[in-house]
């Protein structure tokens, strides 16, 4: 059973999973934010057994909401009324400028792993 972590954003959504142990966490894929999304995460949920999902909670530096915070929110309560799988929100500060700074072509599923590697190192 594997944990997803999900990096959102307006255009696009970042995945990255973690290893059947939750010790390592992988880029995994991006998905555009469209009509066919949550049909398309509940594919990637069944395909990998996935027993929990983790999305990036953007603060800004003073660890304050912003309007993104919101919207990421209320994207998570769609995507909870799609899914049978427990959501939890986890601080994704600076993911994104670590996943620029990596040069990697896939900087959403970057991000999204660097958010679940941070989250699973805290758990462990």
Do not use: C
Not at 13 to 19: C, E, K, P, Y
Not at 26 to 46: A, H, R
Not at 88 to 115: D, R
């Amino acid at each position: 059973m594997k944990i997803l972590a999900i990096d959102y954003g307006k255009k696009w959504i970042g995945l990255a999973i973690s290893d059947d142990n939750n010790r390592l966490a992988f880029p995994y894929k991006t998905l555009e934010n469209n009509e066919k999304l949550f049909s398309e995460l509940n594919g990637v949920i069944k395909k990998e057994e996935i027993y929990k999902i983790v999305i990036g909670l953007p603060l800004n530096k003073q660890m304050k909401p912003t309007p993104q915070t919101t919207e990421t929110e209320n994207w998570a309560e769609k995507l909870a009324r799609q899914i049978n799988v427990p959501l939890e929100f986890y601080n994704e500060i600076f993911t994104t400028k670590e996943a620029e700074k990596s040069g990697a072509k896939n900087q959403h599923a970057v991000a999204a792993a660097i958010l679940l590697q941070s989250y699973l190192d805290k758990k462990s």
